[in-house]
């Protein structure tokens, strides 16, 4: 069984969906650790209804980007945690983290990048930009991280036509349902050994 530990900061939509194919089988993996960097996101309740250990920070430790990076980093090595899987996390991930984790983390985009990618392009702002630049399709990027925005090499994309009707929220929600998808498939294709990383 592999450990992963997921990093999020909102609705945890992605969270659930990989808490349920573990749950379920279908991922011989189990959650051991949801690391919020919003102590108010839903998807820390979430994960504390599904009895998954859930850490979350507070102003002061998000504020200070060494602090935020040493404390994901200790709590991420205390689960033994194999993969590490972004899933609307929306802080840097930080060198001490990366120094001891790199290879092995992962972020889902809710773009095709190299497009819509980089610093303030996330979340809602990422669909606005693509309906603002009259964009016929969108879609899901999964990548593994490393020290630049959304730059990491790119394990698994998938597509969606964007409607002349679209507005940010459709697309986001029609994106969303393709990244659940997508970051189950990609995860289970690593843990069976069907993406080296
Ligand atoms: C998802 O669309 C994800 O791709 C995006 O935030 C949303 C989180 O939804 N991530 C980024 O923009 C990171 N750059 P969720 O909390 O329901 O999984």
């Keep these: 069984m592999k450990k992963l530990g997921i990093l999020v900061s909102g609705q945890g939509s992605n969270m659930t969906a990989i808490l349920n194919a573990c749950e379920q089988g279908y991922l011989q993996a189990e959650v051991e650790v949801v690391i919020s960097s919003n102590p108010d996101a839903k998807a820390l309740t979430k994960a504390k209804e599904r009895k998954i250990d859930a850490i979350s920070f507070n102003e002061t430790t998000n504020k200070n980007p060494e602090v935020l990076d040493t404390s994901i980093c200790e709590v991420l090595y205390e689960h033994k945690v194999d993969l590490v899987l972004l899933a609307g996390f929306m802080k840097k991930i930080g060198p001490k983290v990366l120094s001891i984790f790199e ?35 969108s879609g899901a990027t999964i990548h593994l991280v490393n020290s630049d925005y959304d730059k990491g090499t790119i394990l698994a994309q998938k597509s969606v036509i964007v409607d002349a009707d679209d507005t940010p929220e459709s697309l986001a929600a029609k994106v969303l349902e393709v990244e659940h998808v997508l970051y189950v498939e990609t995860v289970k294709k690593i843990i069976e050994g069907n993406i080296i990383l």
Excluded: M, W
């Design 103 to 137: 290879g092995s983390i992962l972020n889902i985009h809710p773009s095709l990048l190299p497009k819509y990618g980089g610093q303030g392009l996330y979340g809602i702002n990422v669909h606005r930009a693509v309906i603002g630049a009259g964009e016929k399709k």
